[in-house]
């Protein structure tokens, strides 16, 4: 069973902090995304990337930042957490590059900026 | 790029009804047309998907049928149950790229 973990599941931060938030998945999946969602505007990607060091801007990517140094691991940053930027971010993995393959989601982080 | 539209944004029917949501897409390539469905506080999971070379698929109280001329897609749940209650999504694609509707509440009343 796919697992793909976000380890921060609520967080609190003030304005100008720097926020992590860390998401891994165990299937060895080649594709890691990022999407943040709003009610009413669904699921937005931010960034994605489709292997080690690779990184593509979604379609919301301003105020953000992503790394991804091992192939399970692939971390958001907020470089100066925003109020606009209080979300619920959903991670996700996917096994090659397929447009057909599946997408498996995490939990979700839910953060408020304050 | 793409666009996707989903309607209704909440949809409310009784137990045992159908319930019918409808998304259109604007990029003629896209290929690939997933279903998702999220519970309250749990993540979206996969209900059930599409290609572009299939018209229509049925996993046992639900199906999904797409019309690529019109470029719009449709999920069908029959019998429906109060644990269908949830926020569905669809989404199309065509490479990496999952765009996804802004989402549908279903609730299913007893």
């Given at each position: 069973d796919v697992k793909v973990t976000q380890?921060?599941?609520y967080l609190v931060k003030r304005t100008g902090e720097k926020?992590?938030?860390?998401?891994?998945q165990d299937m060895d999946h080649e594709n890691m995304f990022w999407y943040r969602q709003d009610p009413g505007l669904g699921l937005r990607l931010i960034y994605f990337s489709y292997d080690v060091k690779m990184k593509e801007k979604g379609d919301i990517p301003e105020g953000y930042s992503v790394s991804r140094e091992k192939k399970e691991r692939f971390s958001?940053?907020?470089?100066?957490?925003?109020?606009?930027?209080?979300?619920?971010?959903?991670?996700?993995?996917?096994?090659?590059?397929?447009?057909?393959?599946?997408i498996y989601f995490g939990e979700g982080s839910w953060l408020t900026v304050v | 790029g793409e666009n996707v539209e989903q309607h209704p944004s909440t949809l409310s029917v009784q137990e045992?009804?159908?319930?019918?949501?409808?998304?259109?897409?604007s990029d003629s390539a896209s290929n690939y047309f997933p279903?998702?469905?999220q519970e309250l506080g749990k993540r979206p999971q996969l209900i059930i998907?599409?290609?572009s070379n299939v018209g229509e698929k049925k996993d046992q109280r639900i199906a999904v049928t797409l019309n690529k001329t019109a470029k719009h897609?449709?999920?069908?749940?029959?019998?429906?149950?109060?644990?269908?209650?949830?926020?569905?999504?669809?989404a199309a694609s065509k490479s990496y790229k999952l765009v996804f509707g802004a989402g549908?509440?279903?609730?299913?009343?007893?």
């Open positions: 380890s921060s599941r926020v992590f938030l860390e998401c891994v958001l940053i907020l470089e100066s957490a925003s109020t606009n930027q209080t979300s619920m971010y959903l991670c996700a993995s996917r096994t090659g590059s397929s447009s057909g393959n599946t | 045992g009804d159908s319930a019918v949501i409808k998304c259109t897409y279903w998702y469905k998907d599409i290609r897609f449709s999920l069908h749940i029959t019998e429906t149950q109060p644990e269908d209650s949830a926020v569905y999504f669809c549908t509440i279903l609730r299913v009343k007893s």
